[in-house]
């Protein structure tokens, strides 16, 4: 592996759980995101504001994304009518979410893994209308908090759909930060047969400190597109204690002293995270937050 692509997804994910914070704050971490080099950001969310009411200012925030067109941004939905918001807001690329687990997924939106997978179909539908682009990603990948272990054949039957519905990129989460290695390795070795030519990526959160580990597991695995979040902001309702994503700067270092190519520049990734901090205004878990590069100059 030579190069890994990494998606920063601090202004969705990571802000999920946060109060809300101002559409200025918003726009001061992207423009430190963007000084990164990063080419992929996971923008916003076109979600219920009752539900995610720091996502609340979705479209307003959509408006600002023209003045980087180096990146492309992308923004997360649940059902066919956020998609619908999506497109009309002028994003390129949607991702649709579908828990392998029932509870969770009946937790997160209201409706069993079957149903939310079915609708895959109609996310494609509407994105493609549209010139957009879809990504299809499995939470509880892994684990579910109410469920226990996710059996893989789970996960390869939302790949088979996503697949044979028209989806271009496939990801799978590890939505509480509870997979390992070898777990990671067994299920991509499973998945890349069903899935075919699509693009897999993988998303892991750093909650029992494996997610680092993991993340290179899957690069080893042949994955070439992660997720991550400066400074680690985020984490997951459903998981206690959870620390959020495993952090930008972290995994830039680690691949980066692996002899592996990232767009992403340290020091500025650095510099995003204590933006991060300072603008959710509390102590975040990142490494290289606390400690810096090992290289000084």
């Not at 080419?39 to 307003?60: G, I, L, Q």
């Not at 459903?238 to 270092?253: C, K, M, Q, R, S």
């Not at 300072?278 to 290289?295: C, E, F, Q, T």
Request: aromatic share 4%; glycine share 10%; with cysteine.
């Amino acid at each position: 592996m030579t190069h890994v692509a990494i998606r920063e997804v601090a202004l969705r994910d990571g802000l999920q759980i946060e109060a809300p914070i101002p559409l200025s704050a918003k726009l001061e971490l992207l423009e430190a995101v963007a000084a990164t080099g990063v080419r992929e950001v996971e923008a916003t969310a076109f979600v219920s504001p009752s539900k995610v009411p720091s996502m609340a200012d979705a479209a307003e925030l959509a408006g600002h994304l023209g003045a980087y067109p180096d990146i492309e941004f992308s923004a997360l939905v649940a059902s066919a009518g956020g998609a619908r918001r999506a497109v009309a807001a002028g994003l390129r690329s949607v991702e649709y979410v579908v828990a392998a687990s029932d509870a969770f997924s009946k937790a997160n939106v209201g409706r069993g893994s079957a149903e939310a997978t079915q609708q895959i179909a109609d996310v494609v539908a509407i994105a493609h209308d549209g010139g957009v682009t879809v990504e299809v990603i499995v939470a509880t990948a892994w684990d579910c908090p109410f469920d226990g272990p996710t059996p893989p054949q789970r996960v390869l039957d939302i790949g088979a759909a996503a697949r044979e519905l028209g989806a271009d990129r496939f990801s799978i989460a590890d939505t509480i930060g509870t997979t390992t290695p070898g777990r990671v390795k067994s299920l991509v070795a499973q998945l890349c047969p069903v899935i075919g030519d699509m693009p897999l990526g993988a998303h892991f959160h750093n909650t029992r400190g494996a997610g680092l580990a993991s993340a290179y597991a899957a690069v080893t695995a042949g994955i070439t597109r992660l997720d991550a979040s400066v400074g680690g902001l985020g984490g997951c309702p459903f998981a206690p204690g959870a620390t959020g994503n495993i952090a930008t700067e972290d995994l830039v270092y680690l691949l980066r002293d692996s002899g592996i190519d990232v767009d992403i520049d340290l020091r500025a990734a650095i510099v995003a995270a204590g933006v991060a901090k300072r603008v959710v205004g509390h102590d975040l878990p990142s490494a290289m937050l606390r400690a810096g590069d090992r290289i000084r100059t």
